[in-house]
């Protein structure tokens, strides 16, 4: 989606950007009639913050099954983060940022933990590690992710690679396409509000031709993830981190043209079970 990010306010004047705030209201008075002052920028990114202290402190008692009334809202706090999260800001290229990797293994290891029958201290330390470190982007290493719940290292890969995959494909095609035409009409107020409305809910495109080698690597991404996926994420968390890594360098690739990054992303998808 391309938007024009730099609002004006119809009714007070107001500018602010809406690549900062994710809000197509004006900050000043409320109104959500608006114009843009810059050119359409692809842009899926939402500015959200994650707070889990509340969690933190409900489940570091919790020594065998996870309290029903709490799994619900944590789930669902992580579902709201993971969804207004994108790759794509102000027509700029992200890497596959560590929260939101955090944040879908954490999503993925909830379930994994809840349905154990009676956690180990080790499984256990875990799943607090992983909660408590989620909000910085930190996880635990490969090595420490206990057998019985690596499953949830894998899936969270899959899903991280594949949201990362439509961003990357979308800003691709937005780069050609920038390089193929010229700059188009200025839409209507009115439509560029709706189209910032969907960029809001998380609606974007995800096919899109890209430049041979991306494109080539990019099949390759979805081979292995597709691979993954099959499997109910039961690989290695090595052979899981390695698909995370294979994705943030071919988006280095796609963003730098840095051929060190394509080969990078080479070495890593070999990594992952075939």
């Known amino acids: 989606m391309k938007v024009r990010g730099e609002r004006e306010c119809r009714e007070c004047g107001t500018s602010w950007s809406y690549y900062e705030t994710g809000s197509i209201e004006c900050p000043a008075c409320g109104s959500v009639r608006s114009v843009g002052l810059d050119e359409r920028t692809a842009h899926t990114d939402t500015p959200v913050e994650l707070d889990l202290s509340d969690h933190r402190s409900r489940f570091g008692e919790a020594r065998e099954t996870l309290p029903d009334d709490r799994v619900e809202k944590l789930k669902n706090d992580l579902r709201e983060y993971t969804r207004k999260r994108g790759f794509i800001r102000a027509g700029e290229l992200l890497p596959l940022d560590p929260v939101y990797l955090a944040a879908r293994e954490l999503l993925e290891a909830v379930d994994v933990y809840d349905r154990l029958r009676d956690p180990t201290d080790i499984e256990h330390e875990y799943f607090l590690r992983l909660l408590g470190g989620v909000t910085d982007g930190v996880r635990?290493?490969?090595a420490d992710v206990p057998e019985s719940v690596r499953e949830a290292r894998g899936m969270a890969a899959v899903h991280s690679v594949e949201a990362y995959r439509g961003d990357l494909m979308v800003f691709l095609d937005e780069r050609e396409a920038d390089e193929m035409s010229s700059?188009?009409?200025?839409?209507?107020?009115?439509?560029?509000?709706?189209?910032l409305k969907q960029v809001t809910e998380g609606d974007s495109g995800t096919d899109a031709p890209r430049p041979e080698l991306a494109?080539?690597?990019i099949e390759q991404l979805r081979d292995r993830t597709k691979l993954v996926e099959a499997l109910g994420g039961d690989v290695s968390p090595a052979e899981a981190d390695a698909l995370v890594e294979a994705a943030d360098a071919i988006g280095e690739f796609a963003r730098d043209g840095e051929h060190a990054a394509l080969t990078r992303a080479r070495?890593?998808?070999t990594k992952v079970s075939n």
């Open 183 to 195: 700059d188009s009409p200025h839409a209507s107020s009115e439509t560029e509000n709706d189209e």
């Open 215 to 217: 494109r080539n690597a």
């Open 140 to 142: 635990p290493p490969a």
């Open 267 to 269: 070495d890593e998808l």
